[in-house]
Structures are given as structure tokens and as C-alpha cells.
């Protein structure tokens, strides 16, 4: 009745051998690149978030980093510092850290922002807006989320198809052309 | 159909989009299920709204996954602006240039007026005639007397002709704030949320009709909550 924790009841049956478990070949949930570890804070400047290392496969902008201008390319871009002008990365992802100040037209293949956005958001596949979110600009993306609490100010455009098997359709929004500093602002 | 025709005489039952199958007509108002609540005015705000292909919506409260896919999956583009929040955030931030601007710099306390038309300087910035649906919730008991005029003018050059505009009043003041997310066609969640202001006047019928005066045409619901949905058609 009370036996050693380690002491097995012997059996009869032969031991039959447990396979290891088979990871099934399930298509990975999308989710934002892992946020890199924050670096060290100057005293003026409050202490950023702490985060977890990102994959090495990511691009990294971190806390304390300002780039004002144009990124483009083909690597996943998580962002923690601020970032100003155009970023364009339209196979990749672009993920916004809860540190991440941008200022800039973004077009990618995925979208995510739990930090503060202000310009146009264009996504291939899909976007995502956590809690801690800041956006305001225009998005045009064939799969929003949204969490509660997300500060969202602007323009929402996405388009489904009318078969629901069939991927929405992603809509070019090419007629809008708002300035990111025009928050609000619609020209279409 | 000419949508920016389109009335329906009173107390007539909304047409359906299936012949010969008549949607019922208004069910009690207000009639709450946890925190949702039967909302009269959301159904003949989308039947105003509905003929218009891939039509413009304005939510003037936080936006919602739920009440982004409600008008996703029906084809309508949305706009959202949490008017409430950036009006507090607009306050807040008068009160620290008053108070960290230098004496005698000529920075005076603005009057009401002139806080609400600065206040509009970059809320609801939008091209005129661009949307087919504004949903306001319960926002104007929430503005003060000058700003509430201010934001409905500003709506009215918003909506296109035809579209319409759907409000709600409390009859007396709310018990707690609430932000508010569309279940489906007819049913409105009622999300508690932290005050963000103050409920600031109860409206009477005549000072609404006055305050949408721009507005060709209106219609209200009452509820058991003594909540009035009023929509309001330019």
C-alpha cells in the first residue's frame, strides 16, 4: 500500500517503451519577435520596461536608440526605441515594444504595437494592437486585433472575402496618403 | 434605392431583406442582460446605414474587436476617435500649460468656448461628407455646454447627407461610467470603465432638437433604463 516514491510495482506485461513525445506539425501561431533585454537607463530618462531577449534573427531597436529616416529590408524589426520617417519591411514583421516611440508609415507583412504608434499602418497578413497600446494614424490590414484598452485613433480599413475559407483580401489604401505627423487626418 | 431618401413613416417596421419576412418591430429598450442592454436605436441606425455599399462608420468611443467586426464582416470602413479620453487628455494638458507658463507670459485661462474650439483644432479631423454613420454614444452628457454645440457642428460637416447620427442621453445622471461595445444588430455591452469625466447636464427634449438642429430629421427610443437613443439623420 505505501510505497517508495522511486519503486515501481512489478509488472507482469513486458515494459513497453513510451515513444517520445511528437511534436504534431501544426503551423506555429503567429506572434511578435520577443522583445530584447532593455539596456541600462541614463538617470534622466526613465527606466524602459524590462523585456526578454529577442531571436537573433530579429532586428532590434532598443530603448535609448533614436533613428530618424527610412529602414527597409527584409528582417523582422522589433523596435523598443524611437523610430521617425518610413519603415518598410513588407515580407517581414515590425513589432513596437511597450518602449517603442514611432513616427512613421510602416508596411509589413505583420504588425504588432504594444507601445506608441502615430502614422500609417499597412500590413499584408495582419495586425495587432496589445493593451498598452498608443496608435493614431490609419490601418489597412486584412486581420486586426485588438486587446481592451488599446488607445486607437484613426482610420480602420480591412476588407474580407466573401467566402470565409478564403484569406481576406488585403486592400492597398493607395489613395490615402496621410502625413504621420497629420493624425486624424483623412485625404481620401 | 436612394438611401439619402430613405424614411420610414412612424411607427412603420423596418423593411427586411428578405421579402415577405418583416423584421419585428422595436423590442423594450433597455431591457439589460448582465451588462448588455437591447438597443433599438443601434438596429434602425444600421437599417438608416445599410444600403450603402462599404458605407463609413465613426465610432466616437474606444474601439472594440467586437464592434470592429460587427461592421467588418458587414462591409462598412471604421473610423474610431475616443472623443471622450482626447478631450480629457486636452484638458489635462491646458491645466499643466497654465500652470508651468511663466506670470505675466499672456498665457490666460481660456473660456469655455475658445477650450472647445482649440480642442476641435485637432479632434475629428476629417474630410467633410465622409462618413455614413457616427455612433456618439452617450459622449454629449458628458461635454460641457459650450463644447457639446462645437462637436455637433463639427459632426454634422462630417456626415454625408442622408447619414445619421445615433446618441444616447441618460435621464439622469449614471449611476457609474460605462464605455460601450456592440454585441450584434440589437444588443449593446455595456463595459464599466474608469471615470474619465464628469456627467455633466441631463438633457431635455427640446434643448436636443435644438443641439441637432442642423439635422433634417430625428427619432428617439426610450428604455426601461430611462436611457434615450436618439438618432439624428442630416
Redesign the interface.
Given at each position: 500500500m505505501w510505497r517508495k516514491p522511486n519503486e515501481v510495482k512489478p509488472s507482469s506485461q513486458p515494459e513497453i517503451p513510451v515513444p517520445a513525445a511528437v511534436k504534431s506539425e501544426e503551423p506555429k501561431p503567429w506572434a511578435p519577435a520577443a522583445p530584447p533585454q532593455a539596456a541600462p537607463a541614463a538617470k534622466s530618462v526613465p527606466e524602459p520596461r524590462a523585456v526578454a531577449p529577442a531571436p537573433s534573427n530579429v532586428s532590434r531597436i532598443s530603448a535609448g536608440l533614436k533613428i530618424q529616416g527610412e529602414i527597409s529590408g527584409t528582417a523582422d524589426l522589433y523596435i523598443d526605441g524611437d523610430v521617425q520617417g518610413k519603415i518598410r519591411v513588407s515580407s517581414a514583421s515590425v513589432t513596437v515594444g511597450p518602449n517603442g516611440r514611432v513616427q512613421a508609415e510602416i508596411d509589413a507583412r505583420q504588425i504588432s504595437v504594444e507601445g506608441s504608434v502615430q502614422g500609417n499602418l499597412k500590413a499584408s497578413e495582419r495586425s495587432h494592437f496589445g493593451a498598452s497600446s498608443k496608435f493614431a494614424g490609419s490601418v489597412s490590414s486584412p486581420r486586426?486585433?485588438?486587446?481592451?484598452g488599446?488607445?486607437?485613433?484613426?482610420?480602420?480599413?480591412?476588407v474580407?472575402s466573401a467566402s470565409p475559407e478564403k484569406p481576406a483580401k488585403f486592400e492597398a489604401s493607395e489613395s490615402d496618403n496621410l502625413h504621420p505627423a497629420?493624425?486624424?487626418?483623412?485625404?481620401? | 434605392m436612394n438611401w439619402m431618401a430613405k424614411t420610414r413613416p412612424a411607427g412603420a417596421v423596418p423593411a427586411s431583406a428578405a421579402p415577405g419576412k418583416p423584421t419585428p418591430g422595436p423590442v423594450a429598450s433597455g431591457a439589460a442582460n448582465g451588462n448588455s442592454r437591447v438597443s433599438n436605436g443601434l438596429k434602425e441606425f444600421l437599417w438608416l446605414i445599410g444600403d450603402v455599399p462599404r458605407g463609413r462608420v465613426l465610432d466616437l468611443g474606444p474601439i472594440y474587436q467586437s464592434t470592429l467586426n460587427f461592421f467588418v464582416e458587414k462591409g462598412y470602413r471604421v473610423s474610431s476617435e475616443d472623443i471622450l479620453r482626447a478631450w480629457k487628455d486636452f484638458l489635462t494638458a491646458e491645466e499643466e500649460r497654465l500652470r508651468t507658463a511663466p506670470v505675466g507670459d499672456g498665457w490666460d485661462k481660456l473660456s469655455p468656448s475658445a477650450l472647445a474650439a482649440k480642442f476641435l483644432e485637432n479632434a475629428l479631423q476629417y474630410q467633410a461628407e465622409s462618413f455614413h454613420g457616427v455612433l456618439a454614444w452617450d459622449l454629449f452628457d458628458y461635454f460641457d455646454p459650450e463644447a457639446a454645440p462645437r462637436i455637433v457642428e463639427r459632426l454634422s460637416s462630417l456626415v454625408h447627407p442622408g447619414g445619421a447620427v445615433l446618441a444616447l442621453f441618460h435621464s439622469r445622471p449614471a449611476e457609474r461610467f460605462h464605455r460601450y461595445r456592440i454585441i450584434d444588430k440589437q444588443n449593446v455591452e455595456l463595459v464599466p470603465a474608469s471615470t474619465i469625466a464628469v456627467h455633466a447636464r441631463v438633457f431635455q427634449n427640446r434643448e436636443l432638437l435644438d443641439l441637432f438642429s442642423s439635422f433634417r430629421s430625428s427619432k428617439s427610443f426610450v428604455g426601461r433604463d430611462q436611457v434615450r437613443e436618439a438618432l439624428f439623420v442630416k
Open positions: 486586426i486585433g485588438i486587446d481592451d488599446a488607445n486607437l485613433r484613426g482610420k480602420i480599413e480591412t474580407r497629420a493624425v486624424g487626418a483623412d485625404s481620401e | -
